[in-house]
């Protein structure tokens, strides 16, 4: 087990990743193939996140063209994707600054599994330590790691080593408001807000004191002075 001082908590999707990016790619390899119907997949997605839900593509292109279909799907989703560059603005800086300077940190991602890693392979980021999770609120997951002394056992899913780390204090970065709820005194955050984009329904809320609201990831690097 090794210790550290801080460790980062990093969101993946509209924090590290530019979804609108990733969205562009993906409804074009949607609008190419013959047998998706595009208009019925952007209309569920719609209805789900209006409700503040997580729209899990893959199981709705499987119910449309089955298992088979769906890897081939993905291979050119994930070819088209790398092309280019899928994270978001400053992330790449964030990404760079953390490792040049020893800092741990890893992805902590909501939502289906099989989804967000083939995202995270699409952006080039498949290799960070990641913690994918059904549970929204995140504070709450972070709260789990505190021990008796008030540190954090990080587990060994989100380290580089697959052994645990003990810090003083875990940032998160997030940008939905529901995510910081229940963070533990010792942790702190940033409220990642899109300096281009409005705040959607499912982004909104309330936050504690200890989260700081970031206009994207380069306010976060110099906020840190990283």
């Known amino acids: 087990m090794s210790e550290a001082e801080t460790f980062y908590a990093i969101d993946f999707d509209r924090c590290l990743s530019d979804t609108y990016k990733l969205d562009t790619v993906f409804y074009e390899v949607v609008d190419e193939h013959k047998d998706v119907d595009g208009d019925k997949l952007r209309s569920e997605r719609r209805h789900i996140e209006d409700s503040g839900g997580s729209f899990d593509e893959v199981q709705a292109l499987q119910k449309q063209i089955g298992t088979s279909a769906l890897l081939d799907f993905f291979d050119t989703f994930i070819e088209r994707a790398r092309e280019k560059d899928m994270l978001s603005d ?35 980021v498949e290799n960070i330590p990641t913690l994918i999770t059904n549970h929204k609120k995140k504070g709450a997951i972070i709260k789990s790691w505190q021990q008796q002394d008030n540190r954090f056992l990080v587990p060994a899913d989100l380290t580089t080593t697959d052994e645990p780390i003990t810090v003083d204090t875990v940032v998160l970065m997030d940008d939905k408001a529901t995510a910081f709820s229940e963070l533990p005194p010792g942790a702190r955050g940033y409220w990642i807000q899109s300096p281009s984009h409005p705040l959607l329904l499912s982004q909104v809320g309330s936050v504690p004191p200890t989260v700081q609201i970031a206009k994207g990831l380069r306010e976060v690097i110099s906020l840190e002075s990283l």
């Not at 300077?101 to 890693?117: A, L």
């Open 90 to 124: 400053g992330a790449r800086e964030l990404i760079d600054a953390l490792e040049a300077r020893d800092k741990p940190f890893g992805i902590v991602s909501y939502g289906g599994p099989e989804w967000q890693r083939i995202k995270m392979q699409a952006s080039g």
